[in-house]
C-alpha cells in the first residue's frame, strides 16, 4: 500500500499521469483488482489526495486526476453504468430500497423530506448492519406531520438541518463514495403514488464525487 501511496504522489505532483507513471501503477492497482475492500481504501486514500490537492491545481485537473486513477484500478471490471427510473408506481421507491439495502460501508443522503416507511425501515436496517448513515434535511419539512426524521435520529442515525430561511431542497444519495442516486423525486409515498418524478442511478466517478463534495460541505457547515 505505501508504495502505491508513493506512486500516487508522484503522479500528482505532475498534475496528470504520464505514461511512465502509468506504467509504474498499473501493477499495483491491477494487485487489487478482485479485492473489493483493498480497492476501497485506494479509491479513498485517492479521493483524499485530489481533495487536498484542489486548491493547488483547481477541481477540473484533479477530477481529471483521479479519474484516471479510478479508470486502472477498475481497468477490467469498471464500466460507466446509468439508469433512469420513474413514477407514478413503484420503480423509484424499489431502487431507492436497494441502494440502501446494497450499501456496504457509507450511505449519504441529502433529501427535502422522509415520510415514506417503507424507505425508512431499510435505512434504520442498514445503520443496524454498520453501514455509517448520515442525513441532511430541511428543517421546516423536518416538523411536518408523517416526517420520519425524528424517528431516525431515535435510531441512532446522525440528521443536520438546514435552518435558513431558504429551503435544503436537494434530492440525492451516495452509497459507498461510489454511486450516486438523484432526481425529482421526493422520499414520500406520494411521490410514488400521485406525483411525476425521477430518479437517475449513476457510478460516475465525476458525478459521484462533485455530489460527494457537495454533501459534505453542507454536512460541516451545518453542525
Request: charged residues 30%; neutral net charge; proline residues 1%.
Amino acid at each position: 500500500m505505501q508504495a502505491t501511496q508513493q506512486a500516487l504522489q508522484a503522479s500528482l505532483e505532475d498534475f496528470a499521469i504520464s505514461r511512465a507513471e502509468r506504467k509504474e501503477l498499473k501493477p499495483l492497482l491491477a494487485a487489487a483488482q478482485g479485492d473489493k475492500t483493498e480497492q476501497a481504501k485506494i479509491r479513498q486514500m485517492a479521493f483524499r489526495m485530489a481533495t487536498k490537492a484542489i486548491e493547488e491545481m483547481g477541481e477540473v485537473t484533479a477530477m481529471d486526476w483521479l479519474e484516471s486513477v479510478i479508470k486502472l484500478l477498475y481497468s477490467n471490471e469498471m464500466k460507466i453504468k446509468a439508469s433512469a427510473y420513474f413514477s407514478p408506481g413503484e420503480d423509484c421507491l424499489h431502487r431507492i430500497r436497494r441502494l440502501a439495502g446494497e450499501a456496504k460501508n457509507s450511505l449519504d443522503i441529502c433529501v427535502f423530506t422522509i415520510t415514506d416507511n417503507r424507505i425508512v425501515r431499510k435505512l434504520a436496517e442498514a445503520h443496524e448492519r454498520g453501514v455509517k448513515v448520515r442525513i441532511i434535511s430541511d428543517n421546516m419539512k423536518s416538523d411536518d406531520l408523517g416526517s420520519d426524521m425524528e424517528v431516525m435520529e431515535k435510531f441512532g442515525i446522525p440528521c443536520r438541518y438546514d435552518r435558513t430561511a431558504a429551503h435544503m431542497h436537494h434530492k440525492f444519495a451516495i452509497a459507498d463514495t461510489d454511486l450516486l442516486l438523484t432526481g425529482s423525486y421526493n422520499w414520500t409515498r406520494s411521490a410514488s403514488t400521485e406525483n411525476n418524478e425521477n430518479i437517475v442511478i449513476s457510478n460516475n466517478i465525476r458525478l459521484v464525487n462533485s455530489f460527494q463534495q457537495e454533501f459534505d460541505r453542507l454536512w460541516r457547515s451545518l453542525r
